[in-house]
């Protein structure tokens, strides 16, 4: 267990390297900040079929091919994809990695998705398993409102503090040889479960799974606050991110400026009337696979914490009055 | 990559040691002829809780804390717990995780669930990344009932080719050092999907993915097919193994009367009313955590090849008109 340290972190050896990344995303987030850096902005919600199900497989089908294609290699060539949705079953990534025919691993981590598929991408390229996995992670509002919530055609008012499941999906290619921004460690959440039973209020939900695993983050590694220069959070929205940088504050965190959620990047939450921000395993892995690895590669951002969050209820669940568990993984990206 | 052979195969350099295990299971299966090897058999199937699925967590959570009291150790020498099961958003895992506090991955391959989760543990300990993890999956006949198919309360009548979802989990300990069963190799499946669409037929469904992924196997690592002294599918049940063993004799597999399936082991077919067999994530993982785990200490089977199988679909995607796409991954264990 040489490159395990302290309760849940891993730093690795050879850090695999980001060799390509593509996002591809729905009309809505077309029309947001962001819109310059995506790879393909979609003006059809269904993606050329005829339902949503099927539209968000056809999304994650399309950025993965994508990804494979921006790196010059060929689906042949990675040996394993490992892919996460918010679908009942995982239908999102399954139906859309079949055509592939490459070795899956489908993950269950709601919006915490991007950060799984990355942290164990990477130990099986740091581990000697494979050269080259493809890690992604999708997300679609009308499936998930579907899913989730409430029939579309109903109206239904949202409240203040819900945030909008991106259309989106984000992928990268991680190899162990080559060029591009690398994952230097990885911390793996806990399951951590305060009570919060507001399904409407999701960032709340998430706030300690992500405060918890960024605390264990620095003590395992032993690191100074100021490490990295930005530290993004999945999708806890704007009340979700300040009640993080509270709950960090009060442990003694001295960073909290450099905490931002990618909930808050990819809309304009004046003008694109989503509320507390974006959610959904899309929105990190979208924002990341676009804006965060361009500022990478770019040396604007030398290192960054990726801290993509999860709310682990289901519709079952919450009517028999559980509470929402939250779970975040941290995966450290340094250019 | 040094660890990675052919099309999808790996082999551990050190191997990692299955140094305990767990099966926890309800009345049915009690009645079944494995009742004397499981850990503990409930005569309540709600595990004294109020919900099936909730008393799939809390089977779930006894398993993997019985599993870990066993080796001596607690849960905080955990690094990692990997774990899968059916209900919708993995509920079954993660409510019975919750109360561990330990970093959770959390995966979805529906029935091939443990093999995923055998895996990649195994990768995470050979890769250096983990002395101890725990994978886990779960699957209750109530809940998986009320997710996929009609509600209990109606007696509907079930096909002739249809399983019946055990409930139980299976959970093992795997350490890097250490006294038990190695596991030696894994090779990782491929989605395949050959268009079955009958729900009450999931064997079928699976049987091209087990066929395509023991093939692997061999071809990957270049075994005799003797090798093994079993192969134990996840579950097929009777009609899907039949049709496997044609699959492989066609395909000029030698060793076909070595292939058994842990949905025939756990139910007496013509005496439990269960139909084609067994099913369900905890039934491969129980079989394995029982009968087997024992064969393999006790020396009567000195290697086996183990092949949890899993049915893709969703009632959703079904509703749509979707095919079912399957997957299975082995993993090798030698005593």
Known sequence: MTKHFGDASVKFENPPVIISAAAIVGPKEGEGPLAALFDKISDDILFGKDTWEQAESELMRQTVELCVQKSGLSAGDV??????????????????????????????????????????????????????????????????????????????????????????????????????PKITAATTGAIVDLGQKDVNNMGAAMVPAAADVIAKHFRDLNLPHDYYDVIATGDLGMYGLKLLKQMLSQDGFTA?????????????T??????????????????????????????EIKRMLFVPTGALHSVVTIQQGETIPGIAHAVAVEG
């Open 270 to 299: 004046q003008k694109q009337d989503v509320h507390a921000g974006g959610s959904g395993c899309g929105c990190s892995a979208s924002v990341f696979a676009s804006y965060f690895i361009k500022k990478l590669r770019d040396g």
């Open 79 to 180: 040996q394993y994809i490992l892919a996460g949705d918010l679908l009942n079953q995982n239908s999102g990534s399954i139906y859309g990695a079949r055509s592939f025919e490459r070795p899956f691993f489908g993950l269950f981590g709601a919006c915490s998705a991007m950060g799984m598929a990355m942290s164990l991408g990477s130990m099986l390229i740091d581990g000697g398993f494979a050269n080259y996995v493809v890690a992604s992670a999708s997300s679609h509002f009308c499936g998930a409102e579907k899913t989730f919530r409430f029939p579309l055609e109903l109206g239904t008012q949202r409240a203040p503090t819900a945030s909008w499941t991106v259309t989106g999906d984000g992928a990268v290619l991680i190899s162990a040889t080559g060029r591009g």
């Open 256 to 268: 909290v400026e450099r905490v931002n959620d990618c909930g808050l990047l990819i809309f304009d």
